[in-house]
C-alpha cells in the first residue's frame, strides 16, 4: 500500500541537540510538506519542496532545516536554535504543489518533546 | 488579516443525528475548499474538496457545503456513529497562493 511514513513516533530532545525527523513516501509524489501542530491549533506550515534538491520556507521556519535529496526522502531537522520545539510534526505530500484540486496525504506524525 | 475559524468547542451529539460543523474564513478568495478527518495520534485523513463554484458535495453520510458569499463552508455528517468521533479541519487555498492554510480544528464526539 502506498503512503507515507513518519519515524520515530516519539523523540525526545536534550537542550542544545538537534534531531532529526524522518519522512518517506512511495506515492511517486513530486510536492512534500511539513506541519507542525500544536494542541487546539491548526497545521501550521515550516517547510515544502516542489522537486528533489528544492525546497521552500513556510511560516516558521525558523530553527528548522530539510534537504529533498531523493524524491521520497524529506528529512526534517529541528535545531538547537528552535527554543520550542515540542509539538506533534507531520509530514505531508501530494502529486504537484499548487496542482488544482489535490488533496495531501499525511504520515501519522513524530511527537517531540523536550528531556 | 486573513483567518480561517473553526469552532474550538468539541461538539457533542447523539447517535444518529446529524452533526453540523462550521468553517469561516476571512480575506481568502479560495479556489477550493478540502475538510480532513484527524483521529488522536494521527495524522489528517483527506475527506472532501468542494470547489468555489460548486454549492454542494456529498459522499455517502457526508455532506459539504460552501457559500463564498457567506465565506462559509459546511459540513455534516448525517446519521452519525460513535466511529465518527474525531477531530475535523477545514483548509483552504487562496486562488492567489499555492499552500493550503488549515483551520484548528472542531472536535466531534458522537455519544451512543
Known amino acids: 500500500d502506498g503512503g507515507i511514513t513518519q519515524s520515530p513516533k516519539y523523540l525526545f530532545r536534550k537542550e542544545g541537540q538537534n534531531v532529526t525527523l524522518s519522512c518517506e513516501q512511495n506515492?511517486?509524489?513530486?510536492?512534500m510538506y511539513w506541519y507542525r501542530q500544536d494542541p487546539g491549533q491548526g497545521l501550521r506550515l515550516i517547510y515544502y519542496s516542489q522537486i528533489v534538491n528544492d525546497f521552500q520556507k513556510g511560516d516558521i521556519a525558523e530553527g528548522y532545516s530539510v534537504s529533498r535529496e531523493k524524491k521520497e526522502s524529506f528529512p526534517l531537522t529541528v535545531t538547537s536554535a528552535q527554543k520550542n520545539p515540542t509539538a506533534f510534526y507531520l509530514c505531508?505530500?501530494?502529486?504537484?504543489?499548487?496542482?488544482?484540486?489535490?488533496?495531501?496525504?499525511f504520515g501519522d506524525g513524530t511527537r517531540l518533546s523536550i528531556l | 488579516s486573513q483567518k480561517i475559524e473553526q469552532n474550538s468547542e468539541a461538539l457533542n451529539i447523539q447517535e444518529g443525528k446529524t452533526a453540523t460543523l462550521t468553517c469561516n474564513y476571512t480575506?481568502?478568495?479560495?479556489?477550493?475548499l478540502q475538510w480532513y478527518r484527524q483521529d488522536p495520534g494521527r495524522g489528517p485523513v483527506f475527506l472532501l474538496l468542494i470547489r468555489e463554484n460548486e454549492k454542494e458535495k456529498r459522499k455517502e453520510r457526508l455532506k459539504v457545503t460552501f457559500d463564498t458569499t457567506l465565506k462559509q463552508s459546511l459540513f455534516h455528517i448525517t446519521a452519525s456513529q460513535p466511529a465518527d468521533s474525531a477531530t475535523y479541519l477545514c483548509a483552504l487555498k487562496n486562488n492567489a497562493g499555492n499552500m493550503l492554510t488549515f483551520g484548528g480544528g472542531t472536535r466531534l464526539m458522537v455519544k451512543p
Open positions: 480575506n481568502y478568495s479560495p479556489a477550493y
Open positions: 505531508a505530500s501530494s502529486p504537484q504543489v499548487g496542482g488544482g484540486n489535490q488533496p495531501q496525504h
Open positions: 506515492l511517486n509524489h513530486d510536492a
